[in-house]
């Protein structure tokens, strides 16, 4: 017995091999670490979405001069599950009386939806600065085209994002067709039927100056600046979530990432030509990290749906999965996934959940936010217009939860 027991202590179990399970997209955005402030941005801007397609749908509506533009309850309701309102039109509309107007059409014989006088107050003011800005567009579209390989885009993703730039309604006239000298729409030989917006005009490469670079030298011109001036020639500005543990090998790794060369979002690069190496693979996603950092700078508000970035994507040269690429780089994207949409943040373009440096078309859509926020409260007492938003210390305002998150 002895014997067998030491045979026993003696023999070794065969070795078991653990393969690493491979994390899945969806696995990697839900392990991402939570940043508060953009989580509870991104709660109200997933009602302030529904707000804004109704309101698209209301003034996109043709009615005689004299009455304002209004849809009808019916063809909202018929539309309630493509703009995501799970208890339809009627129900959400209730909630903002201060944006939306329920009344009884006296023709129709059916109840009608239109804005209120302080809705249609504010979507003239955003109209008013938009075209106050149209030199800034001008250029936002230029900077826009000279990221591209070809210096081209089409110019339906154009219209994806055309809102996000801060663009009018009808820019093909009165920002393309004008500026003639600078654009031109030719048609696509690969695609029928679709048309390509072409950078014609020449521009200087000294005037196409990168947000992260205008960074760096303000970096470098502080009295007080400790870092050393070669570290930062090739870095991005690290905001990371509160709470987040960086490990001693997650900072050298960003360390050595920031020190990476790369080829800047308005410099010419080779995509024909593939770099398989570790070195060459890392320049090409920071070229690509430059060219979204970019992109989201010339945002009216820093943020934009990930799936309008993927239109871009080819026409960039980013061979790259943008939604990986964000969450591969907390501290400059933060990715929220609220409201049936996947939306991504500049971080060092927000502090307590406000733009450090607002614009005028921001500040217009924040008065809209504002509404959203304020709900059904301020018509109790009789008044019939808002009466104001507090903001607490977030800058968001303090209230308690309503049914209107409910959507």
Known sequence: MLTHLLQK???????????????????????????????????????????????????GTTTNAAAPPAVSLDFLNRLSQRLHLNRGATHFLRKYPHIFNIFHHPIKLQPYCTLTETALKITQHEATAINATLPLVVTRLVRLLSMSVTKSLPLRAIFKVFRELGLPDDFEESVILKKSDLFALVDSGNEPNTH????????PKGELVAAVD???????????CGVDRNEILYSFKHCY?????????????????????????????????KRKNKIGMMEMEKRAVGIVHEFLSLTVEKMVEVEKISHFRKWFGIDLNVRDLFLDHPGIFYLSTKGYRHTVFLREAYERGCLIEPNAVYEARRKLLDLVILGRRGLSRGHSEPTGVNQGEDGFTEELKTDSDED
């Not at 390509?196 to 521009?203: A, E, F, Q, S, T």
Request: with cysteine; proline share 6%.
């Open 9 to 59: 202590l003696n023999h070794k179990p065969p070795t078991t091999v653990f393969l690493r399970r491979k994390t899945t997209s969806a696995e990697y955005v839900a392990s991402r670490n939570r940043d508060p402030t953009f989580e509870k941005l991104m709660d109200k801007y997933k009602n302030l979405f529904k707000v804004i397609a109704i309101q698209d749908l209301i003034l």
């Open 196 to 203: 390509l917006l072409k950078l014609v005009g020449d521009i």
């Open 214 to 224: 205008n960074w760096r030298v303000v970096e470098c011109c502080k009295e007080d």
């Open 241 to 273: 979530p509160p709470g987040m543990k960086l490990k001693r090998s997650f900072k050298a790794k960003v360390k050595e990432w920031q020190q990476l060369k790369y080829v800047g979002p308005y410099e010419a690069v080779d995509i024909g030509k």
